[in-house]
């Protein structure tokens, strides 16, 4: 054998024993976030805020049809002129106008204050994460909750330990 065949021989047994020495764990991040408590107070109080923008919400639109319908009764009965028709067509335009930018302000608001009130926790867990990688000397934590390993290598499932360390904060 040659000079260079040794020496990449000798760089594969190298880089082969690397690979076996590396501590590998993962967490199922789907599991872990649907078992912390902190989790399911944040989704509750999600919940509530937009429970509260649906409940105004249908407020406003029985309010327009409640209006559309008298509306309805007096152009039916001949009580309205044209002029007064086109304005009242032009007033319930108006607040239907309204009820859809309520909606899209809604749902502007619910998705900035789930950003405010998950992320945080997702700090959390991250700095939880590389905390405990860096104490307890794993090379890789991998995520397996959320589909990205199509092959889980042989490691330690983390995500009871994780969770304990989170919840403790």
């Given amino acids: 054998m040659s000079k260079s065949n040794y020496i990449l021989t000798a760089l594969f047994t190298l880089s082969v ?15 872990l976030l649907d078992q912390l408590t902190i989790m399911q107070e944040a989704n509750a109080e999600l919940e509530a805020i937009q429970k509260k923008y649906i409940t105004d919400g249908e407020a406003k639109v029985k309010v327009l049809e409640s209006e559309y319908r008298a509306y309805m009764q007096e152009a039916n009965s001949g009580n309205l ?5 086109a304005e009242k067509e032009a007033d319930l335009q108006k607040k239907r106008q309204e009820i859809i930018d309520y909606d899209t302000k809604a749902k502007v608001s619910v998705d900035a204050q789930r950003e405010a009130i998950f992320r ?33 290598p042989e ?15």
């Fill in 155 to 169: 490691g330690e499932d983390l995500t009871g330990k994780i969770r304990a360390i989170v919840e403790q904060n």
């Fill in 17 to 31: 024993l690397t690979l076996h020495s590396q501590k590998i764990g993962y967490v199922n991040s789907t599991q």
């Fill in 120 to 152: 945080p926790i997702l700090q959390q867990i991250d700095q939880v994460i590389q905390a405990y990688g860096k104490e307890n000397g794993y090379d890789y934590i991998l995520d397996s909750g959320m589909g990205h390993l199509l092959y889980k």
């Fill in 81 to 85: 002129s044209q002029k007064q028709m």
